[in-house]
Every structure is written in C-alpha cells, then in structure tokens.
C-alpha cells in the first residue's frame, strides 16, 4: 500500500503535463477539426483538395512518427524551432486527431437532412445563415459522442510526449521503473490507473453527449 | 389586365438524360390560386421547385415580377444566376414542403421567427407578436413552445404553414403537403389552406392529389401528364369535364 502510495505521489509531478498538453491539443485538434471539416466541404477545388491532402497525410502516418517529425526533423531540415517541447507534442497531437475530427466534422454536416437545406433556402437564407442557423446546430449535436470518444483518444496520446522528454505521468513512471527495476508491474498498473482515472470524466461527458445527441436532430 | 406575376416561358428540365419537364408556358396571376394535378412521376412537383430555387432549368426562363429568376445581367451579358441575385427574387416566394422540414432544434415559435429576424433583420418584439398571431390561426396557440418531435404530422405541416407565411410571401407554393400524414389529419391541414385561400391574397400554387380539395378552392387546374401541361382550365373544366382520355383514365382512379 505504501508503495502505490509512493509511486502515485512520484507520477502526481507529471500530471499537470498530462493535463495541460490534454486541453491545449484538443482545443487545437477541435479547432482544425472544424476548420479543415468546413474547408472539405468547400466549392473552391483548391481548398478542397489541399485539406483533402493533410487530412490523408495525418490519418495515415503514426503520430509518433509525425511527432519525431516535428521535434528531431523539420528543425534540422529547415532550420526552424517550433518552440518548447510542450509546443511540440500539443502541435503534434492536435495536427493528427484535428485531421479525424475534420471528418467528423464533415461527416455530421454531410448527415443534415437535405430537407433542412430546402427549408433554409425556401426562408431565402443566405449560404452563410443556413449554416450558422440550421445545418451547424444540429450537426454539433451528432458531433458530440465522436468528439468525446477521440478527446479521451488523446488523453492516451499524450502518453506518446515522454519520449520527447517531456516529464509526463509516463515519463515519471518511466524513470522510477529504471530505479527499481522489480517494481515495474505495480509501477505500470498505477500509471494505468492515472489514465484511467484521468478518462473517467470524459467517458461521463461522452455518454452525456449522446443523449444530448439523440434529440433534436431531423435525419 | 393585370400582368401575371409569375411567368414561365418554354421551361425544360432535365435530370441526368432523363427530360422531366418539356417545355412548360404558364402563367401565375396575382392572387391566383392554381392546382397541379397528374400521375406521379410528371414533373408536377419540379416546376415549384425550379421557383423556390430549388432546381435549375435547363433551358427557358422564369420571370417572377418582370425579372428573369434564373439569369442576370453581367457586363451585357446573360449569365447563371449568382446567390445574391436568387436571394434578391426568392425573399417575394414561401414553401411549404411534403415533409414538413421543421427545423428540430428550435421551437415552433423560434421556428418561424428565425427566418424574419435573421435574414429580414425585422424587429425581433414585432415578429414575435406576428409569429404567435399566426400559430393561434393555425389552431396552435398553446403549443409555441414545445419541439416539432412533440408535434403530430398535422400539427408539424400547420406550423410549417405558419412558418411561411409569416414571411409575407407573394406566392406560395405546395408541394404535395398532405401526403406524408395520416389519412384523419389531412382534414385539418387542408381547412389551414382553405383559410388561407379564402383570407389572404397572395398567390398559390398547390400540387396536390385531393381532387375535391382542388375543385373547391383552385381558381385554375393545371393537368400534367410526361412533362408537359395536357390540360388546363377552371376546377370544374378539367376535374369534371375534361373529354381528353388521359385525364378520365387519371381521375378514375380517385373515384372508387
């Protein structure tokens, strides 16, 4: 029991980098989500097609690898500093689960029943109102259970952090395992248990989301 | 004579290669109340839609109020109607739609003050008073504040009348609005309509199947038979007078 208490005391330094890293890519990872989504469903080919490709391009490479990108690669190859490490692994992981999100996005507008579109139209809304008035409201709503399952995604992700020496849960729990080498499954099982524990209110907030999700929605 | 407010003048429609429409001349007068009837599948329903804006010509002109609907004037030229200039002609035409098309996230009473508050800019206090005069004439006074999911089919096609017609439309359209409900509540959507007719002179256009309904309040009858207008004339010239065959065959099946 003292050593649980140990332990989680030693992994409690690297939470609040757990969590800030959590907020601050999932707000980047929302905001792309939305940007890119609307952007995919754009008139202009050019637009289209040039979310089209980062869409693809971050759905379909590992994040840790686009992580390694951001952090050992593009600073050598062009010579730029993206910033602190913190910076970096919020960049990362909001670019990749932005790129989701953007189908999500699209997906729910996409699901809007086109009576509604007809409807707008027949009030003479502009494209802009119908959007703003009609077709987002609802689609938000179906986004809500999709968007809570990829934020407690990232939670996860944000594991992936400590290998850019950034002092996370992980990150702590992996140096006192090199300490005490006989310890490590009940070391694992903690850090375990802080993701968990970590998950449990966004697991609630996505269960919430659904019933919200379930009413008023026309399809 | 007055001049029709609504011309349609050798409109085709297509869609893909099929020809829906083959050349449709009309016209709509002020106050007018007109019925579409033909067999399914005849185009009845895609030349409202092509007014509201909903599906575009592929040849002819619609001219609504002396202007050309679907084609504006640009450096001298005749092109495709762009958003600005639909919306600067469609603001003057309301729908209303087979399947009600609520919008669900609002209530019935937001349901029709959204349009003239957001796109009229009118003042919020006066719409509000217009939206809930309108909801008491359709015999829904108490309900302005529930959702459209707690509504009945009929009760949902009253507030979509309510909806339109707060927009102070100068043509209303109808696209077949009681074939989606249940047989016992089409009576008190079609008495909303009748009202209508009867009180308010705007023009109407109403594709419809109830015969009776058409014979009882249309001022024109228009037949519609493989895209083209086969027949047209008073209620009773084409409902219980027409000689043409195709008309017979059509209406027999409503008489049983």
Redesign the interface.
């Known amino acids: 029991m003292e050593a649980i208490l140990n332990i989680s005391q030693e992994l409690g330094r690297g939470l609040w980098v757990t969590i800030s890293i959590l907020i601050a890519s999932a707000l980047l990872a929302y905001l792309i989500g939305f940007i890119a989504g609307l952007s995919r469903l754009s008139k202009n080919i050019f637009i289209q097609k040039f979310t089209g490709l980062y869409i693809e391009i971050f759905r379909g490479t590992s994040l840790i690898v686009q992580l390694f990108w951001l952090y050992y690669a593009i600073p050598m190859l062009f010579g730029i500093n993206l910033g602190s490490n913190w910076v970096i692994g919020v960049i990362a992981i909001g670019l990749n689960y932005g790129a989701y999100l953007s189908e999500v996005v699209r997906g729910s507008v996409e699901a809007v029943?086109s009576?509604?579109t007809?409807?707008a139209?027949?009030?003479?809304?502009?494209?802009y109102?119908k959007m703003r008035?009609?077709i987002l409201?609802?689609a938000v709503?179906m986004m809500l259970p999709e968007f809570g399952n990829y934020t407690i995604q990232m939670l996860k992700g944000t594991a992936l952090v400590s290998l850019i020496s950034l002092s996370d849960i992980l990150y702590y729990g992996n140096i006192l395992r090199s300490s005490n080498l006989s310890q490590a499954p009940l070391i694992y099982l903690v850090v375990l248990g802080f993701y968990f524990i970590l998950a449990l209110p966004l697991i609630f907030l996505t269960r919430k989301a659904e019933d919200v999700s379930k009413?008023?929605?026309?399809n | 004579m007055t001049k029709p407010i609504v011309e349609y003048k050798d409109v085709h429609k297509s869609f893909g290669e099929t020809e829906v429409l083959k050349g449709i001349d009309l016209d709509i007068f002020p106050a007018e109340k007109i019925a579409i009837i033909g067999p399914s599948g005849s185009g009845k329903t895609t030349i409202i839609r092509m007014l509201?804006?909903?599906e575009e010509p592929t040849a002819g002109d619609i001219i609504v109020d002396g202007r050309n609907l679907w084609k504006m004037k640009k450096h001298g030229k005749m092109v495709e109607a762009d958003?600005k200039h639909l919306?600067s002609i469609?603001?003057d035409?309301?729908?209303v739609?087979q399947?009600f098309?609520?919008?669900?996230?609002m209530t019935i009473l937001e349901n029709c003050m959204?349009?003239p508050i957001?796109?009229k800019g009118e003042n919020k206090k006066e719409v509000e008073q217009r939206s809930i005069e309108m909801l008491e004439r359709v015999g829904l006074g108490d309900k302005i504040h529930n959702?459209p999911?707690q509504l009945s089919g009929g009760q949902k096609q009253r507030v979509a009348m309510a909806?339109?017609l707060v927009?102070r439309p100068k043509i209303m359209l109808f696209d077949e609005v009681t074939s989606a409900l249940d047989p016992e509540l089409v009576g008190e959507v079609l008495e909303v309509i009748r009202d209508i007719a009867k009180n308010d002179d705007m023009a109407m256009v109403l594709v419809t199947h109830e015969m009776d309904f058409a014979l009882d309040i249309a001022d024109k009858v228009l037949f519609l038979d493989d895209g083209v207008i086969a027949e047209e004339g008073t209620a009773s010239d084409v409902i219980e007078h027409s000689e043409n065959p195709r008309v017979q065959e059509f209406l027999s099946r409503f008489r049983s």
């Open positions: 029943d009576g509604q007809e409807a139209v027949a009030l003479n809304m502009s494209s109102q008035y009609i409201p609802q709503r009413k008023g929605v026309a | 509201m804006t909903l958003e919306r469609r603001g035409i309301g729908m739609f399947h098309n609520l919008f669900p996230h959204t349009a957001n796109v959702f999911s909806r339109a927009m």
